[in-house]
């Protein structure tokens, strides 16, 4: 006998299909919103540094290629919430306060703006690659594999683009720091 038995919550008005599956599709559904939010807040994030770009013609290429693939996993996290019966009217009012609070940070960015975007960039791709790794366990926790494999895709993604930025975030340092030191020595004259 169980004797670490705890009654499941009063609320709830009709008893589970598959036991704990019931509650795992909760929590996704609830990760898969988050997940959006964060891949709204991406795409507005990536195009305010897209913009910056002129002079990194590589590096904005490639974030380019990555609003692209955003803007379809925002399309596709949606799809998967909706696959799942999920009411998804609301998903597009979160991404609106997102841009919002990002324009605004965009605005208080000075200067050295090159290499603070490399940064956000950077860990953003991070925390996107362990939301990802997580939203995949669950979703095959919740027996939703196609969601699943979705996920995972889009993981793959994110973790290119962390490569590449990986990859080529030195390069952009030494032109940024060539470019400066040359801007000043024309000041200087
Ligand atoms: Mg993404
Ligand atoms: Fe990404």
């Given at each position: 006998m169980n004797t670490h038995y705890t009654p499941r919550e009063?609320?709830?008005t009709t008893p589970p299909l598959h036991g704990e599956t019931s509650h795992a599709r909760e929590e996704l559904a609830d990760w898969l919103r988050d997940a959006h939010a964060m891949e709204m807040q991406a795409e507005a994030m990536l195009k305010g540094q897209a913009a910056r770009l002129e002079n990194y013609p590589q590096l904005k290429a490639r974030i380019e290629q990555h609003i692209t693939e955003t803007q379809r996993q925002a399309r596709d996290v949606e799809q998967c919430l909706k696959s799942m019966g999920?009411?998804?009217?609301?998903l597009k009012d979160s991404g609106g306060k997102a841009m919002a609070m990002m324009q605004a940070m965009g605005g208080m960015i000075m200067g050295d703006e090159v290499i603070k975007g490399a940064l956000v960039g950077y860990s953003f791709e991070h925390m996107e690659i362990a939301s990802y790794t997580v939203l995949t366990a669950a979703a095959e926790a919740a027996g939703e594999q196609e969601i699943a494999s979705v996920c995972e895709r889009i993981l793959g993604e994110e973790r290119a683009m962390a490569e590449w930025l990986s990859a080529h975030t030195p390069e952009v340092v030494r032109k940024y720091l060539a470019r400066a030191e040359s801007e000043s020595a024309k000041s200087k004259r």
């Open positions: 009063p609320t709830r999920e009411d998804t009217s609301a």
